[in-house]
C-alpha cells in the first residue's frame, strides 16, 4: 500500500502531464516510493502500478532501466562517488578506496549493520567540483578530501 | 567581458530569485514580444541572426530548428528543455539552472509564443535534485507573477511548464530517449524520422532545445540578434558557457565569447595544476575527440577552430583538461566503461560493440593486451560508426579511435611491457 503522504506527492506530479498520460509520472512516483520505503520492493512497483493504472511491467521496466531505482535494500546511507574521466583526473580513486578502507566493504556493497551502501557512480553533471559523491541520490558534497570524508561520516548517525 | 548572457544574475545576491531576475529587466522582453504581438517570423529572423547554435553538443542552427515547428497545428504541441546534463564533463546546465532559473523560464516562454505552444517541460538530470528543487520553485514565483499560466499579460497567450526529474541515464540526454521518458517510459532512442517536430512528446509536434540555447534567448530577443552574433565569431555567434574540469586549478564554468583563444579559457581556470605541463584536452565532452595539447593550444573556442585546428568537436563546451602525468589507457578505460555501462541495449552493433571496446581497453590497461588489440579496437570502432539509431554508438567510438591515433606509443608500451611508460 502506499501511503497517503506518497500518493499526494504523486498526484502532484500527475498534475503535470494530461489526464489521459498517467504513465508519465511513473518516474516520479517510484522516485517518491523508494524516497519513503528506502528501495523499490515488486510490492512496491506493484503498488505504483496499481495506482497509475498502467501495467506492472511498464513500471517494473522503469525501475530496471534507470540507475538511481534500488531494487534491493540498500543502506540507511547510500554513497555514490562518481568515478568518470573528470572525477578520475582529481583523484576520485583515492576517494574510493578512503571510504572502502573506513566502511570495511568493496563497492556495490551494504555495510553488516545496514547502515552504509558504497557505490560508484557515473557523472553527475557536477565535474567542476570534482571529485565528489551523492548520498541518498539527493545530497551532493563536492571537492572531497579523506579528511572531508572522515568529517561526513562522522555526522552521518 | 565575461557572464553577459546565461550568467547575468551570477555576482548578484539571491541570483536565483524572481527578484534578482527582475531588477536586471527579466520578463520584460517577454511581456513586450506577448502584448506588442511581435510576429513570430519576425522573432525567428532574429534568433537566425544571432548565429545561435544548439548548445547541447550538436550546434544546429536554433532558428532553423524553430521554422520546422508546424505554425498551424491544430492540437497540442510540445517545448522541451533538455537540462539531462550528463555527458561527462559537462556542467554548465546545472549552474545556469542553480543561478538564473528564471532566464530558462523566460527563453522557454519565448520559444513557446513563437510556436504556438501551450505546454513544456524541462527535464532535469536525475543526479542534481538540488537544482530540480530550485527549479521547481522559480516555476511557483514565475507562475505566482503571472509570468507562466493562462492568458498571461491579459492576452491570449498561456503556458503551462513543468519540470521532469531524470533518474541516471545518460542516453535520456537523446532527444528522442528524453521524450520517450517524458512519457514514462525506458529511455531507447527512436527511429529519424520522423523528427521530433512532427512526432514528439504523446505523438504531438515538439520542439526540444538545451537549456543554454534558451537561456540565451531572453538576451537575443531584448538586445537583438546582430548583438548576440557580435559577441561571437562569424558562424559562432554569441558567448559561450565553458565548463572546465580535470587538472587546472580552477575548476569551473566560465562564459565568454567564442572565439576566444583556448589559451585565455585555459587561464581563467588557473592553468594547468600543480605548475605541470599540458598533455591533452577533451575539448566538448567526453564524446568528442581528444586534442594534443599543441594541437588544442592552437584553437580557438568556436566551432570552425575546434573542427579544422583542433580535429575535434566544440561539442557542449565542456573541456577536460590533462596533464603530463595522465595515463590516457586508463583514462580510456574509463570512458569506454561509462558507454558500455549507458548503452540503452537497443542496437546490436551499439550494445555489443561497447562492451567489446571496454573489455578490450580494460585487458590493455590491466597489463594483458595482445599485439592484435589496437587493430580489434579500430575495427570494432568502425563497425559501430553510422550504424545504429542515435549516436551514442558514435560517442562511444570517438574517444577510442581518437585517443589511439594521438597516443598510439602509450598503448603500444603498455601492450608490449604490460605497464604504463609513463611509469619508466
Ligand atoms: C548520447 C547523447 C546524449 C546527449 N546528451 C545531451 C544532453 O545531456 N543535453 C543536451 O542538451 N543534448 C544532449 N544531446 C543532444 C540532443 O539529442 C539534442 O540534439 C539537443 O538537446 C538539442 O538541443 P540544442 O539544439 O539546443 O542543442 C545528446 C545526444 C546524444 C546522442
Ligand atoms: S565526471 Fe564526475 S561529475 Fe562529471
Known amino acids: ?60 521496466e522503469v525501475a530496471t532501466f534507470y540507475n538511481m531505482y534500488e531494487l534491493e535494500p540498500v543502506g540507511k546511507y547510500k554513497l555514490t562517488v562518481c568515478t568518470n574521466i573528470s572525477c578520475l583526473l582529481r583523484d576520485s580513486q583515492e576517494i574510493v578506496e578512503h571510504l572502502e578502507s573506513c566502511l570495511g566493504v568493496h563497492c556495490g556493497e551494504t555495510t553488516a549493520d545496514g547502515k552504509f551502501t558504497l557505490r560508484e557512480g557515473e557523472c553527475m553533471g557536477a565535474c567542476g567540483g570534482a571529485p565528489l559523491l551523492h548520498i541518498n541520490n539527493t545530497d551532493m558534497h563536492e571537492f572531497l578530501t579523506p579528511e572531508k570524508i572522515d568529517a561526513l561520516l562522522a555526522g552521518l548517525k | 567581458m565575461a557572464n553577459e548572457v546565461c550568467f547575468r544574475t551570477l555576482d548578484l545576491p539571491n541570483p536565483a530569485s524572481l527578484e534578482t531576475y527582475r531588477s ?34 550538436a550546434g544546429f542552427p536554433t532558428g532553423l530548428k524553430w521554422s520546422f515547428m508546424p505554425r498551424y497545428y491544430d492540437g497540442e504541441k510540445y517545448l522541451v528543455c533538455n537540462s539531462d546534463e550528463g555527458e561527462p564533463g559537462t556542467f554548465k546546465d546545472r549552474d545556469i539552472i542553480r543561478y538564473n532559473p528564471h532566464q530558462v523560464i523566460e527563453g522557454m516562454a519565448i520559444a513557446a509564443y513563437t510556436m504556438g505552444v501551450r505546454t513544456g517541460y524541462n527535464y532535469i538530470h536525475g543526479e542534481i535534485w538540488a537544482e530540480y528543487q530550485i527549479f521547481e520553485r522559480a516555476l511557483e514565483e514565475a507562475r505566482a507573477a503571472g509570468f507562466l499560466g493562462e492568458n498571461l499579460f491579459g492576452t491570449n497567450f498561456s503556458f503551462n511548464l513543468f519540470a521532469h526529474h531524470g533518474y541516471g541515464a545518460y542516453i535520456c540526454g537523446e532527444e528522442t530517449a528524453l521524450i520517450e521518458s517524458i512519457e514514462g517510459k525506458k529511455g531507447q532512442p527512436r527511429f529519424k524520422p520522423p523528427f521530433p517536430a512532427s512526432y514528439g512528446v504523446f505523438g504531438k509536434p515538439t520542439n526540444v532545445n538545451n537549456t543554454e540555447s534558451y537561456a540565451s534567448i531572453p538576451y537575443i530577443m531584448q538586445h537583438g540578434g546582430q548583438a548576440f ?30 572565439g576566444t583563444p583556448f589559451p585565455d579559457l585555459l587561464a581563467l581556470a588557473g592553468g594547468v595544476w600543480k605548475g605541470r605541463k599540458l598533455k591533452a584536452v577533451i575539448p566538448g565532452g567526453s564524446s568528442t575527440a581528444v586534442v594534443p595539447a599543441d594541437m588544442m593550444m592552437q584553437c ?42 549507458e548503452s540503452c541495449g537497443q542496437c546490436t552493433p551499439c550494445r555489443e560493440g561497447t562492451g567489446w571496446l571496454w ?46 591515433k594521438h597516443f598510439r606509443p602509450e598503448f603500444e608500451y603498455y601492450i608490449e611491457h604490460g605497464r604504463s611508460m609513463l611509469a619508466a
Request: glycine fraction near 10%; hydrophobic fraction near 40%; charged fraction near 25%.
Open chain 2, 24 to 57: 536586471i529587466g527579466g520578463y520584460e522582453t517577454l511581456k513586450r514580444i506577448v502584448t506588442e504581438k511581435v510576429p513570430a517570423t519576425e522573432i525567428i529572423n532574429q534568433v537566425k541572426i544571432s548565429g545561435l547554435r544548439g548548445r547541447g553538443g
Open chain 2, 359 to 404: 573489455r578490450v581497453v580494460r585487458r590493455i590497461a590491466e597489463g594483458k593486451g595482445r599485439p592484435e588489440d589496437l587493430e580489434l579496437l579500430t575495427d570494432v570502432s568502425n563497425n559501430i560508426s553510422g550504424r545504429t539509431i542515435c549516436a551514442l554508438g558514435d560517442a562511444a567510438a570517438t574517444p577510442v579511435i581518437s585517443f589511439i
Open chain 2, 229 to 258: 552574433q557580435d559577441l561571437g565569431v562569424p558562424n559562432s555567434g554569441g558567448t559561450k558557457i565553458f565548463s572546465v574540469s580535470g587538472h587546472v586549478e580552477k575548476p569551473g564554468n566560465f562564459e565568454i565569447g567564442m
Open chain 2, 300 to 341: 580557438t573556442m568556436d566551432y570552425d577552430s575546434i573542427s579544422k585546428v583542433g580535429k575535434s568537436s566544440l561539442g557542449a563546451g565542456s573541456v577536460i583538461v590533462m596533464d603530463e602525468s595522465t595515463d590516457m589507457v586508463k583514462a580510456l578505460s574509463r570512458l569506454s566503461y561509462f558507454y558500455y555501462e
Open chain 1, 1 to 60: 500500500m502506499l501511503s497517503q503522504d506518497s500518493t499526494a506527492q504523486i498526484d502532484k506530479e500527475l498534475a503535470k502531464y494530461p489526464a489521459d498520460q498517467r504513465r508519465a509520472a511513473v518516474m516520479s512516483a517510484l522516485r517518491i516510493v523508494q524516497a519513503e520505503q528506502g528501495w523499490l520492493s515488486k510490492e512496491a512497483i506493484a503498488d505504483v502500478a496499481n495506482y497509475l493504472g498502467i501495467p506492472e511491467i511498464a513500471a517494473l
